[in-house]
């Protein structure tokens, strides 16, 4: 888990991110606030697409969606975890790891572009 000194400095980087990163960002937000500890890269385009479109947003292809997690892998704010799924096969998950994920997503409603989805339920959910 992070410290407050994490906290602070994802305080200062979320308002100056890329919006379509924000979007990512908050769909993965909305996929593990649903009872999940991971999810994976799919889910997370799926909800990226399913905000995009419901604000007017032409969709990123999948690997800018791609660059934006690993982005956000490399600045700490998720990580990636491999899972072995049976023999010889491996998946991988993303995961949050944040001090607060309530915090954060307060941050990302500051942008007023994403106000009208604060309450949507991710594709995989509804």
Not at 4 to 26: C, S, Y
Not at 49 to 77: P, W
């Amino acid at each position: 888990m992070f410290d407050t000194i994490d906290a602070d400095r994802f305080e200062k980087l979320v308002p100056g991110m890329a919006f379509h990163k924000k979007i990512v960002l908050l769909g993965i937000l909305k996929l593990l606030n649903h009872n999940k500890k991971t999810t994976t890269a799919t889910e997370i385009k799926d909800t990226y697409t399913q905000i995009s479109k419901m604000i007017g947003e032409n969709c990123r292809a999948k690997t800018t969606v791609a660059n934006s997690i690993a982005e956000l892998i490399m600045i700490g704010m998720i990580k990636e975890v491999t899972l072995r799924k049976g023999k010889g096969a491996s998946g991988r998950e993303i995961e949050l790891d944040i001090p607060s994920k309530e915090k954060l997503e307060e941050l990302l409603y500051q942008d007023y572009r994403l106000e009208d989805v604060r309450n949507v339920k991710p594709a995989p959910f509804m």
